[in-house]
């Protein structure tokens, strides 16, 4: 969404704006042209700072701490504080009204975002012609940098790290605000251990489609990371933010990302088309209740995700007791989820009637997914039922049995009644 009153373009569909607090009209906006920011009378400087230059009559620049797409970020001494900032700069002059509303919008929504694991501004404005804001100095690393040195997390540190990031959109969410470009690249590992999530800047409304890809060549976002809803062009909200967490978990617990590519069109169409490979077939060591959070997260329909952040760091911080948890199917049957660390079936079903038909290594499609029946157990205890226990199907191993599950329990029903007719004509 984009907002009609000031140009804010990631809006959740139905909130107020975030900056200006108008109300939001339902559907895409498509900003044509940004708001004139008018230009100081002060003369231009050279866009590059350097050690002992002292910007906006309160920061000496004392090093380059790195330079993007829209500007420079120094480690600067704050005179009126007496302290060391962290000073971005935008790289184009107030006169480039795009960039400017841009990185205006970055300066907003940080100033409202009230979260530990978000990075606090202290201090924004425009000197000669140019923008800036001050923000707290960060000592450490990016996710992506931490990853080249542990490959891996531990699967209680991803879940840890996951909650840590989950609470903090769930408070951009609350202001209405849709991050849209989750990655390693965007989440600083600090020196004392704490996580701060980076880069709310991207201006962008209705996210990106294929069309937009092919024929500007301009990608908002990281393709693999983007939910399929960006690519696709529909509405992108808090779903999204969490499908794109679900990605970086995924790589924290596996090593890597779910869906490669040589073309953003490529990625695209397997984040709409192709479910991600179980993790636990990448590494077996790791719970089967984290992994069905994650990819909980990845479901294609952002109707089956979470429903919102809060709920995912709710869902990843809950105790493991080794309770189980049952969920009854529209057949009658019952999916078993184990809670525990040591859970080996990705899948268990058990049921009061036997199923003749289905047979130690075949396939059967569940819910999306495949899965390898591995072992069957009869038991009386508290009535006499069937229990099927199911590991995820191996990459690229070939079917030899399929049973779509859907249709065999329609199967079972219709032929239940039938024979209900039968006796009942008899």
């Known amino acids: 969404m984009a907002c009609t009153s000031c140009g804010f373009e990631r809006i959740e569909e139905g909130k107020s704006c975030p900056v200006c607090g108008a109300a939001t009209l339902t559907g895409t906006v498509r900003r044509d042209s940004d708001a004139t920011v008018q230009r100081t009378h002060e003369s231009r400087h050279d866009p590059r700072l350097r050690a002992g230059d002292t910007f906006a009559g309160r920061y000496r620049i004392l090093a380059t701490l790195g330079r993007g797409g829209m500007g420079s970020v120094y480690r600067a001494h704050d005179s009126q504080g007496d302290i060391e900032r962290a000073l971005k700069v935008l790289h184009a002059t107030v006169d480039d009204p795009s960039a400017a509303v841009r990185f205006k919008r970055e300066i907003e929504i940080l100033s409202r975002i009230d979260h530990p694991a978000v990075v606090r501004i202290s201090d924004w404005g425009v000197a000669g012609d140019r923008m800036y804001f001050a923000s707290e100095l960060l000592h450490g690393e990016d996710l992506r940098q931490h990853l080249r040195r542990r490959i891996i997390l531990p699967p209680a540190e991803v879940a840890q790290v996951g909650a840590r990031l989950a609470a903090a959109l769930a408070v951009a969410h609350g202001h209405g605000v849709v991050h849209r470009d989750i990655k390693p690249h965007n989440v600083m590992v600090c020196s004392d251990g704490t996580l701060k999530l980076l880069d709310f800047g991207i201006a962008r409304g209705a996210g990106i489609d294929l069309n937009t890809v092919t024929t500007s060549g301009v990608m908002v976002g990281t393709p693999e990371y983007m939910s399929p809803e960006q690519f696709g062009g529909g509405r992108v909200d808090a779903r999204s933010d969490i499908y ?183």
Request: with cysteine; aromatic share 10%.
């Open 244 to 426: 794109s967490l679900g990605i970086l978990l995924y790589e924290l617990t596996s090593g890597e990302v779910p869906f490669g590519g040589d073309t953003p069109i490529a990625l695209g169409m397997k984040h709409h088309n192709v479910q991600p490979p179980p993790i636990r077939a990448l590494r077996p060591n790791v719970p089967a209740w984290l992994e069905r959070i994650i990819l909980k997260c990845l479901e294609k329909d952002p109707a089956n995700r979470f429903l919102t952040a809060a709920d995912l760091a709710a869902e990843l911080l809950r105790p493991r007791t080794g309770t189980k948890n049952v969920r009854t199917l529209a057949s009658g049957d019952q999916v078993i989820e184990d809670g525990s660390e040591s859970e080996p079936w990705a899948l268990t079903i058990r049921s009061n009637v036997e199923r003749k038909t289905w047979s130690r290594d075949m396939a059967l499609h569940f819910e999306e997914r495949y899965y390898r029946l591995d072992d069957i157990r009869y038991s009386t205890a508290g009535g006499a039922h069937w229990t099927y226990c199911f590991t995820h199907w191996p990459p690229g191993q070939i079917f030899r049995k399929v049973i779509d599950y859907e249709a065999d329990a329609a199967s079972r029903q219709s032929s239940g009644l039938r024979g209900k007719l039968r006796k009942w004509l008899s």
